[in-house]
Structures are given as C-alpha cells and as structure tokens.
C-alpha cells in the first residue's frame, strides 16, 4: 500500500486486535469524527477472520513493521516486545504513534528523539489509570512526590517475569501480598504487563526513576485497583480507580475506551480534559 491519501480524514491503523485493538479498531469502524481505520496487523489471519468479516469497511491486513507506511496514526495495542517495530517506521515518516505498552518505551527511549527530529509524535492515552491532566498541569510547577499502590486479582498478575524469576507462589494466597516496591523503572521491567500505567503516571509527572510503585496480588479483590498520591507546590492530591478486566484478565476494560477518547480529540472540534 502507498502513503498517498484520498481524502483529508487521517487514516489509522491498529497494531494486534487483541483486548484493546479489538475494541479500538471496531470504534474506528463504526466511525470516529475525521478518521478511518486503513490497515491492522495481526498474528495469525485466520484466527481473526470472523471479526474482520464483521467490520463494515475492511481495512488492509499488513505486518505490523508496515503499518507505519500506511497510516498517519498508528495504534499500537500489541506485547512490549513488538513496540519498537510498530512505532519506528511510523516516528520515522512524522506520523503519530499511540503507545499502550508504555513500559516499553523505557527501554526504547531513543524512539523520542526520533520522533522529534522527524516531525512524529508519540501519543500515550492515560490508559487504565486516572488524572494524567492533573500530573501533567502539576508538573509544570513542581512535583515533590508520586506513589502509586497497584493491586491487581492473581490472575491478572500470573506469569509476570518477577513472580516467575523469585518463584513466588500467589495462587494460593488468601490475604494480599506485597511483591514490589520500588521504582516505576523496575516495577515495569518486573510486571511489563501489569504496570503500563505506572510509567505513563511516571512520564507525566516526575520521571521513571523517582516515581515510587508498590504492586499487591490481592485475592480479596476482582477489580484492577490503583491508588495515586500526588504532593506538589500547586496541589496535593490522590486519586483511584477500580478496573473491571477485559477478557485480557491483566488489562483493565477501560483502557480501549481511552485509546478511543484519545483518537476522538484528533479531529473533534470540542476537546475537553488537557
Ligand atoms: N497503558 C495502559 O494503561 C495499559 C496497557 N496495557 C498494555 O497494552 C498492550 C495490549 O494489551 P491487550 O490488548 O490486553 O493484549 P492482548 O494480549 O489481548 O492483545 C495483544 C495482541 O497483539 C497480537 N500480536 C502479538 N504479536 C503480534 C505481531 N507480531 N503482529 C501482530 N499482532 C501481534 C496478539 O496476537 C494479540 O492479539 C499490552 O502490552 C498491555 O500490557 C494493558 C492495560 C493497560
Ligand atoms: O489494566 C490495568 O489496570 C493496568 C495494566 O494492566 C497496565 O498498566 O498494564
């Protein structure tokens, strides 16, 4: 597919129709002011025919690497480990990559800069969490503290490379269980697919390195539970939010409905919430 467009609405394109491409890319289908859905990348075709087929406009399937060529945003919404490949050939040609695997661009930092010098951007929903507007306008003064307690049910949080690496055993927990307390860095590399939204906190407000995480297996709870404490010259705040998960027992429902919200501000002449 070629990079020439047709009309003047962006085109987009998902990158894994997983828990969130799946819902993003169905939004896009049944119609978001000013844009399309062009292109998705999946795994395995034929495991995504039905849903495909039930689209009303089919878009291109492509590998994930070449989405960038065919899209002016592409939303990534697949593992950690395919990041780089969706949000290179995007930043590359000044398109707009929506990042969900935030954690990852910890180690990809680099993307940033390349974005910069080629006109890209690099756009992270707020995703499962809450009140990204009010770290953002309190980092513009000065933030002196961001702790953040996650607590998620055991089967959002089996297989994480921490639990596996110190051979904890969570499953059979009957009270709550501290497994992590430290950085937002560490807790990402611990928990890549659990703590997304400690990183984006951390990206907003005062950096990976000093935003402090603890992260609970919780068995009293269903939910994906966060609670932030913010203290700064401007404000002291907190705030939580309790996540229903997705099918996706470690992604929480409302984080496609953000990417959603998020593609919604592209071209929407009302824009509320910074
Ligand atoms: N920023 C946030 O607030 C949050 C971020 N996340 C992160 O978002 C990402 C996506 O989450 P889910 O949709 O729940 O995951 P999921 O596992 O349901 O979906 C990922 C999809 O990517 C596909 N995929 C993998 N490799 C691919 C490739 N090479 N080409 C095309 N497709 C490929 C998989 O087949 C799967 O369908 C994860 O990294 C997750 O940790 C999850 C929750 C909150
Ligand atoms: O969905 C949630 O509650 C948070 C999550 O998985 C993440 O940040 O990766």
Redesign the pocket.
Known sequence: MTDQKTSNELRVAV???????SKVATALDQGIEGLTLSAV????PA?HQGFLSGLRHRPQIM??DQLGAAADIVV???????LR?IVEPAVKRGKSAVV?????LLDNYDLIDLARANGGRIL??????IGLDAVNAAAVGTIHSVKMVTRKPIDGLRGAPFIVQNKVDIDDLREPLKLFEGSARDAAKGF???V??AV?LSLAGIGPDRTQVQVWADPTVTRNVHRIEVEADSARFSMGIENIP???P???MI??L?VIALLRKQRATLCVGT
Request: charged share 10%; glycine share 14%; hydrophobic share 35%.
């Open positions: 990158a894994g129709l997983g828990s969130i491409g990348a999946v795994r395995d495991k590998p994930i990534e919404c697949a593992p950690t480990s395919q490949a969900v695997s935030v954690g990852g992270v929903p707020t995703g499962a969490l890549p697919a659990n997304n939204v984006a997705s099918e996706n470690k992604t929480g984080t496609a953000s």
